[in-house]
């Protein structure tokens, strides 16, 4: 076989290894903006929202339309990559970091995204509680004994997932994306109604944190980007079935956009509402089942609730199990998403036993924004920059190949990756990063400068 054919595959998910060919993509245009619309539009956004109301509505709403344009236009990029080279987006650190230093990258994103499916699937957990709690009267979360309840709403929410993830791949996700969005905006539509019928704007303008979770300007920045950040790890493992370029790179930054203003909006202005009803700003109580309650909303609000983060959560396995498939090229794609979904089921006991939910929230975001500010500059630079918008996919997987680096380590990509890390905890110490643009945006921007500057020195060095 020659460099550069492809080996015909059969099944609908292609190996990392194999660039998906173009006969074989399915994404249209309209198909990605309902993808990144029914990833962003979930409870995890309410959430998101809510937490940033602690800088304020005015400060809060800087944040959200601030941070997102610029954390998706990244997303575009690494959208591009994938359906320019056909493959996933821990597929492409192959090239970046070398085949096997890519295992790196791969195991710490299987961590976040098993992680978010954790977060989402609790609420949805919550969601399911007060459900039971209106028709069989079951004690609801925060309620007495609500333990078992609890428990077993991971158990049927995390079986949902499995099923609609791992039976037919990226095909299932994108019919399950299509009615999950249309039934949450309607919800959304819903709840915006009724929290401005009972708070007018002017009560939630005139409306200022209280208690204990006044935070400054770059943590909130900090917190939403993190949480747009997220999703870049799984944009590639979609574009690399879009049919054009358009639909790559454009589509993504349409649908997300959208829906996580929208949400996050909604999110904040329940959280606000939350805190003007209680007379205290806590958002432990910003989860979406919470303010839905609050509203009244009904057992069909919670329903809907549920789906949509079910089905959110199937883009959080499919990709951790694209990342699984990458580290471990010979468990084969199905097995990884077993594993992995079998994974998220347990992951998502944890935070039934945790006191705090938006501490263990917090925490999670840090982790995303250290690992992958540094790691998504080092891609960007690599692609577009070293490498000239060019990687040869038949040396993915070649021992000795043009990615194969030192003994399959590219350690500049590693080194920088390192300095881009202690980057970021420097930055969250420094008073005017974290008054501005947050630790997350100054991690990339350095790590981008340090991987530019130590690939021109060490290609002069090669050609030397």
């Given amino acids: 076989?020659?460099?550069?054919?492809?080996?015909?595959?059969?099944?609908?998910?292609?190996?990392?290894?194999?660039?998906?060919?173009?006969?074989?993509?399915?994404?249209?245009?309209?198909?990605?903006?309902?993808?990144?619309?029914?990833?962003?539009?979930?409870?995890?956004?309410?959430?998101?929202g809510g937490c940033i109301a602690a800088v304020g509505v005015l400060g809060g709403l800087a944040v959200i339309f601030i941070a997102n344009p610029i954390a998706y236009a990244i997303m575009a990029l690494v959208g591009y990559m994938g359906y320019k080279v056909g493959t996933t987006t821990m597929g492409l650190t192959r090239a970046s970091f070398g085949i096997r230093g890519?295992?790196?990258?791969?195991?710490?994103?299987?961590?976040?995204?098993?992680?978010?499916?954790?977060?989402?699937?609790?609420?949805a957990a919550i969601s399911l509680s007060y459900l039971l709690n209106q028709l069989f009267n079951w004690p609801a979360f925060g309620m007495e004994g609500s333990g078992w309840v609890m428990?077993?709403?991971?158990?049927?929410?995390?079986?949902?997932?499995?099923?609609?993830?791992?039976?037919?791949?990226?095909?299932?996700?994108?019919?399950?994306?299509?009615?999950?969005?249309?039934?949450?905006?309607a919800l959304t539509i819903w709840e915006t109604y009724a929290i401005l019928k009972a708070y007018p704007l002017a009560e939630i303008f005139a409306w200022v944190p209280t208690g204990d979770f006044s935070i400054r300007f770059g943590e909130a920045m900090d917190i939403m980007v993190a949480f747009s950040f997220g999703w870049i790890p799984a944009i590639?493992?979609?574009?690399?079935?879009?049919?054009?370029k358009r639909s790559a790179v454009v589509a993504p930054m349409i649908?997300?956009?959208?829906?996580?203003?929208?949400?996050a909006i909604v999110g904040m202005f329940g959280a606000i509402a939350n805190?003007?009803?209680?007379?205290?700003?806590?958002?432990?109580?910003?989860?979406?089942?919470?303010?839905?309650?609050?509203?009244?909303?009904?057992?069909?609000?919670?329903?809907?609730?549920?789906?949509?983060?079910?089905?959110t959560n199937c883009v959080n396995i499919y990709a951790a199990g694209m990342s699984v498939a990458n580290a471990l090229p010979k468990l084969g794609e199905k097995k990884a998403l077993y594993g992995t979904a079998v994974a998220t089921l347990l992951i998502s006991l944890i935070p039934i036993v945790v006191n705090s939910f938006y501490d263990a929230f917090t925490v999670f975001l840090t982790y995303v924004g250290l690992i992958f500010a540094p790691l998504l500059a080092i891609m960007i630079i690599?692609?577009?920059v070293v490498k000239k918008r060019e990687y040869d996919w038949s040396q993915c997987a070649k021992v000795g190949g043009i990615y194969w680096y030192k003994n399959g380590v590219n350690w500049v990509a590693i080194g920088s990756w390192c300095a881009g890390v202690v980057a970021y905890f420097i930055a969250l110490n420094l008073g005017f990063i974290m008054n501005t643009i947050g630790a997350i945006y100054s991690t990339v921007i350095v790590t981008a400068v340090i991987y530019w500057a130590a690939s021109t020195i060490a290609n002069k060095r090669k050609a030397a």
């Fill in 275 to 311: 805190s003007i009803t209680a007379g205290v700003f806590d958002p432990n109580a910003s989860d979406p089942s919470t303010i839905v309650a609050n509203l009244g909303l009904g057992w069909v609000a919670f329903l809907v609730l549920i789906l949509a983060t079910c089905t």
């Fill in 102 to 123: 890519s295992v790196l990258p791969s195991v710490l994103n299987t961590i976040q995204f098993v992680g978010w499916c954790a977060c989402n699937t609790f609420i």
């Fill in 151 to 185: 428990v077993f709403g991971v158990v049927l929410c995390s079986v949902i997932q499995i099923l609609m993830t791992v039976v037919q791949g990226s095909r299932s996700i994108k019919i399950a994306e299509r009615v999950s969005v249309i039934l949450l905006v």
């Fill in 255 to 263: 649908g997300a956009n959208v829906a996580l203003f929208w949400f």
């Fill in 1 to 48: 076989m020659e460099n550069n054919e492809q080996p015909i595959v059969s099944t609908e998910e292609y190996p990392i290894e194999v660039a998906v060919p173009m006969s074989a993509r399915h994404y249209g245009f309209w198909d990605m903006i309902a993808t990144w619309i029914g990833a962003n539009a979930n409870t995890s956004s309410w959430y998101t």
């Fill in 236 to 244: 590639a493992e979609f574009t690399r079935y879009t049919k054009n």
């Fill in 382 to 384: 690599d692609f577009y």
